[in-house]
Every structure is written in C-alpha cells, then in structure tokens.
C-alpha cells in the first residue's frame, strides 16, 4: 500500500510526504486516508486509475502531512485537492511559514515527455498565480532537470529546481542482461523566496521501495528573516513512492 511511502518518513522530523504512483483506485481511497490518519497524517488524494492498455492500476499521487499541520484545499474557488485527475494534486499546507505554503504533488504523463504534460503545467501554473504564498512541487517528472528547465515552465512560476547529484539517481531500472540503469527524475520545485531556505535535494539508498528512491529535502527557515515561520524547527519534505 502507499502507507509504506509514509511510513519509511514517518518519525516527527519528517513532516511533509509528496507521494506518486500510488496504484490507489477511487474506491480505496478512504480505507488509505483513515489509515494514514491513524498513523499521524493528514492526507488529501487523487485516485489511480486503469490505464486503456493496462491490467492493473497506475499512477494516482497524494500529499501527507504530520497531524499537527494543517492541510486545506487551496481555494477560494476550488472545492478539491484534485490538480488533474490522476496526475497532480494540491493543498494549502498550514503551521510551516505564516499564510501557508502550497503543496503539489505531480506524476508526469508518459510517453511524451514535456509536451504531453502541457495540460497539467497549465492548471498548476493557474493555482500558483492565484496565491500569493510560497510553493513546494514535489513530483516524478519522468525526464530530468535540462528537459523541464528548457520546458520554460520552471521561470514562468517563478520556480527554482532542487535534485539530487546526477551521478546517484533516483529511478533504479534493470536493461536488457540485467544491468542496472539510473536516471535522477524525482526532485523538488520550490518558489524563489523559500529556495533561500531549502537545503539540498538527496537520495535514500538503503530504501525499500521499489524502483524509486525516495528524496528528501529540509528548510532550515531560522535564518531567513523575510519568510516569516511559524515554528522555528527545520521542516523536512520527501518526495516519495508506493511499492508498484
């Protein structure tokens, strides 16, 4: 289940989980949301689904948070967590910096790359607009930083990236004769203000998810004057997986 993402972040340090592929469908949605709670999180979700050539469910992402943080949609004009069915979703995740921080999660659509993610781009660019807060994207971008810098998405949000050294990787595949083959397409965009407070993307090696690794990364919000946190603790995000 998806609890095992939280669960390998689930001491109090680890505060904020932003959860791709996790192979939910709609009707077991609220099992996992009651679950999570019971283990200390708050949760918002959207479901997997059946892909047209697939047997089994795929995709499907949800933002966890300690029960001490609030986590709201981020209206006014949105009564869902929901970004893009499937794919993205958001919250306004309250108690880390004064007015909130918005949350998103994101599992990029393959094949296709960039361009076939233009649909989602847009909706999250229009959430980010209309609040004047500061944002963390925690997502599966299937492609690496060069490709979604060139995108040109990254300066319209005003974003800046956070990923692992290269030469780690954070997706662990196995080519043909069994070698095995990394690529570093899990990390983090952040607003330019709050990039000031974030401290370096890494990897869990020792991790017992599959094929993803999961990234952490933390502020260390003390030392910006201008961000105004409510609590003078750093706060640690992770960019995490669900077993496939």
């Given at each position: 289940s998806s609890l095992s993402a939280s669960s390998a972040a689930s001491d109090v340090y680890k505060q904020q989980?932003?959860?791709?592929?996790?192979?939910i469908l709609e009707h077991g949605i609220p099992?996992?949301?009651?679950?999570?709670?019971?283990?200390?999180?708050?949760?918002?979700w959207t479901a997997a689904f059946i892909p047209l050539a697939g047997i089994g469910p795929s995709a499907g992402a949800a933002i966890f948070v300690r029960k001490h943080l609030g986590l709201r949609y981020p209206g006014p004009d949105k009564d869902s967590s929901i970004v893009y069915p499937g794919r993205a979703v958001a919250a306004i995740i309250e108690g880390t910096f004064k007015g909130g921080i918005i949350g998103i999660a994101w599992y990029f659509i393959t094949p296709g790359g960039v361009r076939a993610n233009a649909p989602i781009y847009c909706e999250i660019a229009k959430i980010i607009a209309s609040h004047d807060r500061l944002f963390v994207i925690g997502a599966d971008w299937n492609v690496d930083t060069a490709a979604i810098i060139n995108s040109g998405f990254i300066d319209a949000i005003g974003g800046t990236l956070f990923a692992?050294?290269?030469?780690?990787g954070t997706c662990i595949t196995h080519v043909q004769g069994g070698a095995e083959h990394s690529s570093t397409?899990?990390?983090?965009?952040?607003?330019?203000h709050l990039a000031r407070a974030f401290s370096p993307a890494?990897?869990?090696?020792d991790s017992v998810i599959p094929t993803h690794r999961p990234v952490p990364a933390s502020t260390n919000a003390t030392e910006v004057?201008?961000?105004t946190p409510t609590k003078s603790k750093p706060l640690l995000f992770y960019t995490s997986y669900a077993p496939h």
């Open positions: 989980v932003f959860v791709q592929q996790h192979s099992d996992a949301q009651n679950a999570a709670f019971e283990i200390g999180w708050r949760s918002v692992p050294d290269p030469g780690t397409i899990d990390y983090f965009c952040v607003s330019a890494t990897v869990i090696l004057k201008h961000l």
